[in-house]
């Protein structure tokens, strides 16, 4: 069947846009009568250790991942970018885990690094958009993501997706290991369930982003600040950004930037905050005030809450609705993507085929 553009300008928009229903199918498809219903062998009772390896917006996937492996199910966690850990030849426990995530399924850094870790580990598993792509078929156990497929070379409902269902895999690795309770999974599954609504608000943000795109279309660098789960965000929305409006942008931990990229700060260079109100809300902003001290241009998304607490002073602030802690690092992949999508057309670029690019990188 040819994929349409559906009414939209560009595959990407129609890609954002569909979030929130591609991320109700892979609830539906992995929640039953308010349970899990994730695959039989996704036992995480014996795993003493996950590695996961992805390339780019994929690889930002698991880094949020592993904050939620840590926090919520207490299981160690390491993240590598497939070019990196196959050559690494990092060693392996035959007790753990290793997790490859990829839209495609077919980019050969990927498909190396399992091809690497296959037989030094329990189990290879993968998160894969494409379920009969070489990674899905080479690994013990392949989750689909159910994003549909996706056009747009930037990444957006797949990686939406990818974060569903490594959310779900956290909550059954919490269960599995005794850290969450029935009545604490339900509510996180609840929780879950909320999801696709409050996207449908964030999209509302369209127009809002589209003025705000406009003068980020002027700048020469853009840096996105986060920490915690936002801090992966944070990159990912530095590479949207980059690689469709090929403006230079990085992403980085808030806490981080003392250590270097405050040097870098004027009136010039929009720093772009994603800060919900959660317990480490107050440690961002004081970071945000150290741009702001040295009129760095400041775009803080937040929510209502955090607006109200931090916005004065800032250049623009974005308002999203409120949400439970697993479901903001999703959420504002929203704003991230709009940000780029918009900051591109303000340009003029080809938002859909950026140059340099492809969708499946195939070659190492
Ligand atoms: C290419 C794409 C990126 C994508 C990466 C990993 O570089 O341009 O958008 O994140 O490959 O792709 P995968 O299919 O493995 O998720």
Redesign the pocket.
Known sequence: TRIEKAGYKHFMAKEIAEQPVVIADALRHYISGGALALPEGLDFTSVDRLTLV??????YACLVAKYWFEQIAGLPCEVDIASEFRYREPPLSDRSWALF???????AD?LAALRYASGKVAKVVSVC?VPTSS?ARESDLALPILAGVEVG???TK?FTCQLTVLALMALKAAADRGRLDGPALAAHLADLATLPGLMNHALRLAGDIAHIAEELAEAQDILFLGRGPMFPLAMEGALKLK?ISYIHAEGYASGELKHGPIALIDARVPVIVMAPKDTLFEKTVSNMQEVMARHGKVLLISDMAGVQAAGMGCWQTLTLPAAPALLAPILYAIPAQLLAYHTAIAKGTDVDQPRN?????TVE
């Open positions: 992805a390339c780019g917006t994929a690889s995530v990829s839209q495609s399924g077919e980019t990927t958009n990674i070379v930037a990444s797949a690689e690019l492809a969708k499946s990188v």
